[in-house]
């Protein structure tokens, strides 16, 4: 089995292919037959984890199974307190409450610049979330933050459970260490088990 990390740059489609033309993962790793884990939007940045593990590659993307995974969020204005908690406690998308999260503001991010620099307003503030989420609904972290009155920025996601990006250049891949293997595996198994009364005979 083979387990790779890559640093997925912006502008990047999370796929091997596009009829348009557009970047995707064949330009950055040029390993045949591993496939992404989930999908990091387009116009998002970071971890990506690709695999031919099939059964960790299912596990790791089920809610069911609610792996952590940690994103850091550059958004317009400074977050309140109260904002932070509506985060935590889940706010409303498309009718649908997103479960809870973790959410902190960052003091300092090193993620150097973006290949496509983000638009600032000059007469408002940006600052740096960082948001912890076990669920995979489309766009959701920006769904989020919009939701709460701090629209996003930009996305980098740093970390699917124990497995950080740590400082891997955008447009890079490493393979991962059998520890890490190891941990992802140990991370994809269901939260709760059932077990059925034992009935005596």
Same mark, same amino acid.
């Given at each position: 089995?083979?387990?790779?990390?890559?640093?997925?740059?912006?502008?990047?489609?999370?796929?091997?292919?596009d009829e348009t033309g557009r970047s995707t993962l064949k330009d950055f790793v040029p390993i045949p037959n591993v496939y992404p884990?989930?999908?990091?939007?387009?116009?998002?940045?970071?971890?990506?984890?690709?695999?031919?593990?099939?059964?960790?590659?299912?596990?790791?993307?089920?809610?069911?199974?609610?792996?952590?995974?940690?994103?850091?969020?550059?958004?317009?204005?400074?977050? =309140?307190? %109260?904002?932070?908690? &509506? #985060?935590?406690?889940?706010?409303?998308?498309?009718?649908?409450?997103?479960? +809870?999260? *973790?959410?902190?503001?960052?003091?300092?991010?090193?993620?150097?610049?973006?290949?496509?620099?983000?638009?600032?307003?000059?007469?408002?503030?940006?600052t740096w979330v960082e948001i912890k989420i076990s669920q995979g609904m489309n766009r959701q972290v920006r769904k989020m933050t919009?939701?709460?009155?701090?629209?996003?920025?930009?996305?980098?996601?740093?970390?699917?459970?124990?497995?950080?990006?740590?400082?891997?250049?955008?447009?890079?891949?490493?393979?991962? =260490?059998? %520890?890490?293997?190891? &941990? #992802?595996?140990?991370?994809?198994?269901?939260?709760?088990?059932?077990?059925? +009364?034992? *009935?005596?005979?």
């Amino acid at each position: 089995m083979q387990y790779f990390l890559l640093n997925k740059p912006f502008e990047v489609l999370t796929q091997f292919t596009d009829e348009t033309g557009r970047s995707t993962l064949k330009d950055f790793v040029p390993i045949p037959n591993v496939y992404p884990v989930g999908r990091l939007d387009y116009d998002s940045e970071g971890l990506v984890l690709l695999t031919d593990d099939k059964q960790l590659q299912h596990r790791l993307s089920a809610p069911k199974f609610k792996v952590e995974k940690t994103y850091w969020v550059q958004v317009e204005g400074t977050p =309140t307190h %109260e904002a932070l908690n &509506q #985060l935590e406690r889940g706010v409303l998308i498309q009718g649908k409450k997103t479960t +809870p999260a *973790k959410a902190r503001l960052l003091e300092e991010v090193n993620l150097g610049e973006r290949s496509k620099p983000i638009r600032f307003r000059a007469n408002i503030p940006t600052t740096w979330v960082e948001i912890k989420i076990s669920q995979g609904m489309n766009r959701q972290v920006r769904k989020m933050t919009a939701a709460v009155g701090y629209p996003t920025l930009r996305l980098v996601r740093v970390a699917i459970g124990t497995l950080k990006l740590d400082s891997l250049p955008p447009g890079e891949f490493r393979a991962l =260490t059998p %520890e890490e293997v190891k &941990q #992802l595996k140990g991370l994809a198994k269901p939260i709760n088990t059932f077990q059925r +009364p034992y *009935k005596k005979r």
